[in-house]
């Protein structure tokens, strides 16, 4: 897997924002603009402004690059069996020797 992970949640808002979508003007939820934009900035590590835009070329690149390093550290601290990057038994008995203290 690609330890990913996703949540559904229904929320009844009438009152809406002005709002950007793949550097286009959207009117957005105001209660879902919100929890998204805060959801994004802490997990990210950034400000909201840096996550109004969730299509924007910058904010793809900050998560894949945040995504990357939290894969890498997760690898290097866990070593989790078994693992996309082992592609075959042999790969799989290496790692399990390097896991070994």
């Known amino acids: 897997g690609t330890r ?3 949540i559904c949640v ?3 808002d ?7 979508m793949d550097d286009q003007p959207y009117v957005a939820k105001k209660f879902a603009h919100g929890l998204r934009c805060r959801l994004f900035a802490e997990h990210l590590g950034c400000e909201i402004d840096d996550v109004f ?3 924007s070329d910058e904010l793809f690149y900050r998560w894949t690059k945040t995504a990357n390093i939290n894969t890498e550290l997760y ?3 866990f070593r989790c069996f078994p693992d ?4 075959d038994f ?6 399990a020797k390097l896991a070994k203290p």
């Open 10 to 12: 229904v929320i009844e």
């Open 75 to 77: 690898r290097e601290v």
């Open 4 to 6: 990913d992970s996703e």
């Open 53 to 55: 835009d969730p299509l």
């Open 84 to 87: 996309d990057l082992m592609t």
């Open 14 to 20: 009438n009152e809406e924002v002005e709002s950007s």
């Open 90 to 95: 042999k790969e799989m008995k290496r790692q």
